[in-house]
């Protein structure tokens, strides 16, 4: 039974950081890509960024581009994502995702359960 564990949001001023963490359980995490989404009120959910299994190979939505990092330790199961320069629009519930066995991230097979983060004025 996969099961991923995300911690780390909060509230945060604009203009700060946060460090979103997503530990994983239950499956061979160093040969599965990961990827964070995101959920704000009313909108659909959105990806964020992505992981390759082996970490080398990153991507990020034009939103959050040049302000965010995706990171991976493969020994503590766990994916990362730094939040740098924090707006008021990066409010919204922030998931963990894995996608099986892929090297890259395709879809998710397995969800965490979210961690909300505001970012206030």
């Known amino acids: 039974q996969v099961q991923l564990v995300e911690s780390g949001g909060g509230l945060a001023q604009a203009a700060g950081t946060l460090r979103l963490s997503c530990a994983a359980s239950?499956?061979?995490?160093?040969?599965?890509?990961m990827g964070w989404y995101r959920q704000a009120p009313g909108k659909q959910r959105e990806l964020v960024a992505t992981?390759?299994?082996?970490?080398?190979?990153?991507n990020y939505a034009d939103s959050v581009k040049g302000r965010f990092t995706i990171s991976r330790d493969n020994a503590k199961n766990t994916v990362y994502l730094q939040m740098n320069s924090l707006k008021p629009d990066d409010t919204a519930v922030y998931y963990c995702?894995?996608?099986?066995?892929?090297?890259?991230?395709?879809?998710?097979?397995?969800w965490g359960q979210g961690t909300q983060v505001t970012v206030s004025s």
């Open positions: 995702a894995l996608d099986k066995g892929s090297y890259y991230f395709k879809s998710p097979d397995y």
């Open positions: 239950g499956s061979i995490f160093s040969i599965d890509a």
């Open positions: 992981i390759t299994s082996g970490g080398n190979i990153r």
